[in-house]
């Protein structure tokens, strides 16, 4: 079935650190794939998404490029923020929100 | 713009109790409306989605229900509850059809004693 892995957390980085969360999925078929992002005491909310290989998704200084031959969707940030605080999920669905799978999600903490 | 309400943000409930948590969309038509719950150091598992009105579709089996008796009003319910139950509750919409953005509300803490 499909399934997603990201890297346990927690994570924990200095201001202006390098970030990678990384993610990869077990898929039939031709799945989209998404990182989620949830602050302290909200909801998830969408932070970027690719939908088909090699596309690269981008958003608030985060990307994550698509990668068929790795089956992965790696996050990046060049320099994290203080406000970067949050879990970040990493999700995947193949023909329509109903068989979305989200990954157990990775806690970043980052220190000023 | 859509807005998606939750209600309560928190709960306390003791076993065995009865539970019902509510959920509202605001500012769009036809949603695909979901519930998932979210427990400590797990991630997301979708509980339930519903297409239109009084069409639920259950993932798993469990002690909890879902309604929707109108087209932006979605339910979760229980009978009695479990300690099992607890966890963090969150609804999500998202356009009708297909893959696309989920949009989840604020979500609901839900701790059974």
């Known amino acids: 079935g499909n399934s997603v892995t990201q890297m346990e957390g927690p994570v924990t980085l200095s201001e202006e650190a390098f970030l990678t969360i990384n993610c990869t999925y077990t898929?039939?078929?031709?799945?989209?794939l998404f990182w989620y992002v949830q602050y302290p005491g909200e909801g998830l909310q969408l932070l970027l998404k690719?939908?088909?290989?090699?596309d690269k998704g981008s958003n608030k200084g985060f990307e994550a490029t698509y990668r068929k031959e790795t089956t992965s969707f790696h996050l990046e940030k060049g320099s994290v923020q203080v406000s970067d605080s949050a879990v970040y999920f990493c999700?995947?669905?193949?023909?329509?929100?109903?068989?979305?799978?989200f990954g157990a999600g990775t806690r970043l903490t980052v220190k000023p | 713009s859509q807005t998606i309400h939750q209600w309560p943000a928190t709960l306390v409930q003791p076993v065995g109790s009865p539970l019902s948590l509510e959920c509202t969309v605001e500012?769009?038509?036809?949603?695909?409306l979901y519930w998932y719950r979210q427990a400590a150091g797990r991630g997301l598992q979708l509980l339930f989605y519903?297409?239109?009105?009084?069409?639920i579709s259950s993932e798993v089996p469990q002690n909890l229900s879902a309604s929707r008796p109108q087209d932006r009003q979605f339910i979760l319910s229980s009978k009695k509850l479990l300690l099992s139950d607890s966890g963090f509750y969150l609804c999500?919409?998202?356009?009708?059809?297909?893959?696309?953005?989920?949009?989840f509300g604020p979500g609901t803490r839900l701790t059974v004693l």
């Open positions: 999500a919409w998202s356009v009708e059809g297909g893959l696309d953005t989920q949009y």
């Open positions: 898929a039939t078929g031709y799945p989209s």
């Open positions: 690719a939908t088909k290989a090699d």
């Open positions: 999700a995947l669905g193949v023909y329509n929100n109903n068989d979305m799978r």
């Open positions: 500012g769009t038509s036809n949603p695909n």
């Open positions: 519903s297409v239109g009105i009084g069409q």
